[in-house]
């Protein structure tokens, strides 16, 4: 295994080692003092100095006098860029606005290609605003953010008071990412991830309250421009700290959430947060903050921004390319301590801010979350299951450890199906006969799941149907065991 996940390392960084040898190159280097950008400059003369150091791309952009920075606004990254922030060098928000840094493209939903961050420290100071339903940039809401880009490259990045409801960073449709060395602490997600395929997050540590790294592959209107599958990622070598002093902590480790639409038809009944597909576009539906269903009469033929219908529906247009489900494929997890709540969450949401999976969406056009987790461990003070949800899952636990259940899954209004490998992971011992199963599935569920190796203190308890066949299996003893 722990060459197949080198391997697995050395296919998705290949990419990202063609973008940083590009920044290696010839590339004009500019200092950004150079434009008036200074510690002591008004927010305003920030925004415009820094915009200017930055306008074209094609350079590597420094800040190398240290201090302070105050900004008023969002500054935009184009193609082909690498900006590098010296030691002790901070960018403050000065103003309630959404992003410090991002890029061009989201203005058209144009690509842009090759930007790079490197020593970036963001302080939100209390600040915080997200884009409204018209806007272009509707469904992104990280400080720093990047949305329909290939080749980005985050590095040894620091932020310690995420300022909710925005995210930290955001990355939505994209293509070879990299973000490596990071510290985020505050009030909201870490790192999240909308469509996007070939990533690895490595080396940082969060203390957030809310989900450490989030791969939504579905997710709130409000949080995602485009739904789609993520794929072929490694998040390896994260901390999930909890808050202290202690105070209330929602969210997991991760979140993965995976969805699924149907088409449009006339008398469809829909509901805050669903999405629907009418031709080739999809559309996210905005209604009420609640559970009311609103039967649909009008179709929305719209190509951009939002459209209200007579029933009073608004429909954001969201993609244009025919999709109707968002899977999660060939993710990585190894190495990851989760100390604040929960472990790993793989569900199909459905609460009054959205629906993942619209209640007509067949058995066979249900999505996948398809995840390894290698030497991880959840140690939440509370209990917390180490993995947990309600949604189609193949998944291989392998030297991972929690203080609860290893696995709760429940099949609730849609049927799910599992595929479950869990190999040379210890379940702890219990004097109470009554004790929860180490493994729970229920619901309408069916699969199977295979233990693999001899490292428990006591006989594992299962808690399955008959609709799921458990086979057992003997392999070499767990040397290590989870970290």
Known sequence: MKHTLTLLTALLLAPLAALHAAFADELPHVDAAGFGFSPTATPSENVAALQKALDGGNKVVTITTPGIYDLDATVYVDSHTRLACGKDVVLRKAAPYGFILINRGVRTREWNERIAIDGLHIACNGHSRMPPPDDPAFGMRGHVSM??????????????????????????????????????????????????????????????????????????????????????????NIVDEPLVPPAHQSGNASRLITGAWVDWHEGIRLQNGDTVRHGRHVYRILATFDTTQHESKTPPTHTSGTWRSPEGLTFVHNTSDSIDRASIRNV????????????????????????????????????????????????????????????????????????????????????????????????????????????????????????????????????????????????????????
């Open 147 to 236: 949305f329909r880009v290939k080749g980005i490259e985050v590095t040894n990045f620091r932020c310690i008071d995420v300022k909710e409801p925005q995210f930290c960073l955001q990355f939505n449709t994209f293509e070879d990412l990299l973000v490596d060395g990071f510290e985020i602490r505050g009030g909201k997600d870490g790192v999240h991830l909308g469509r996007g395929k070939r990533f690895v997050i490595r080396n940082g540590v969060c203390q957030t309250g809310d989900d450490a790294i989030a791969l939504n592959a579905e997710d709130y209107p409000n949080a995602s421009p485009a739904q789609g599958d993520i794929a072929d990622g490694l998040v390896e």
């Open 332 to 483: 990585t997890f190894r190495n990851i301590r989760s100390l604040a709540r929960n472990g790993f969450s793989a569900a199909w949401e459905s609460d009054k801010y959205h629906r993942a999976v619209h209640p007509e969406v067949k058995p066979d056009a249900l999505p996948v979350c398809e995840v390894n987790f290698e030497n991880c461990t959840s140690a939440s003070p509370k209990g917390s299951n180490f993995l947990s949800g309600n949604s189609n899952l193949k998944a291989t636990l392998r030297n991972v450890a929690g203080n609860a259940r290893l696995l709760a899954v429940t099949g609730k209004v849609h049927p799910i199906a599992v595929d479950l490998m869990i190999e040379n992971s210890p379940f702890r011992p219990s004097d109470k006969p009554d004790s929860l199963p180490d493994v729970s599935l229920g619901g309408k569920v069916t699969g199977r799941v295979v233990v693999r190796g001899n490292t428990e203190e006591r006989p594992i308890r299962l808690a399955v149907p008959e609709s799921v066949k458990v086979i057992r299996e003997q392999s070499q003893p767990n040397k290590g065991g989870p970290r």
